[in-house]
């Protein structure tokens, strides 16, 4: 007998074990800082790992005035960085597209607002859209975190395009 509702969660969580934000490369600098690629469409920059009150943690690299608005929110993610940190790294170079979604947006100014995106609920980054006028056109303008690297430009316009349609209201 089929069960549909069976078929659906078999479906959902192969989906969510193939959609997941996988590390595509890992690279350790002098410094010690790991610079990390994820589904071969973006990198993270300046991570590192300190000694916690927990044992090691991973510590996500903070903009100027101590911000911090690059955030991994999965714990298996973290674990994956950790191992990679260690040298037990698991990479999949087979490229995926991370779903991307706005958890928060606020108008901060009278042309700009702060755009908190999640990509597959596993790594959270704070964008800031500025709103101006370019030979008499509205124009918008997305800034990324620093230590946030597009690594495929097509994808970096989708992201773009989508952050603007749907955080412009906002402003």
């Known amino acids: 007998m089929f069960f549909p509702w069976r078929a659906a969660a078999v479906f959902m969580f192969a989906c969510s074990a193939a959609c997941a934000l996988d590390i ?3 690279e350790i600098n002098d410094a010690g800082d790991g610079k ?25 690299p903070l903009e100027l005035g101590g911000y911090k608005n690059l955030l991994f929110t999965s714990p298996a993610l973290e674990s994956e960085v950790k191992k990679c940190f260690r040298g037990n ?7 995926c597209l991370p779903e991307r979604k706005i958890i928060f947006s606020k108008k901060i100014s009278e042309n700009s607002a702060i755009v908190k995106i999640s990509f597959d609920s596993q790594l959270t980054a704070v964008f800031f859209l500025n709103k101006y006028q370019r030979s008499g056109v509205e124009t918008y303008r997305l800034s990324a975190p620093a230590d946030l690297k597009f690594t495929d430009k097509a994808y970096r316009k989708k992201l773009r395009d989508f952050v603007i349609k749907q955080a412009r209201t906002v402003l």
Request: aromatic residues 12%.
């Open 24 to 26: 595509s490369s890992f």
């Open 89 to 95: 790294c698991t990479l999949k170079l087979k490229g």
């Open 36 to 60: 990390i690629g994820f589904c071969n469409k973006f990198t993270v920059e300046n991570v590192s790992m300190v000694a916690g009150p927990q044992g090691w943690e991973v510590e996500m």
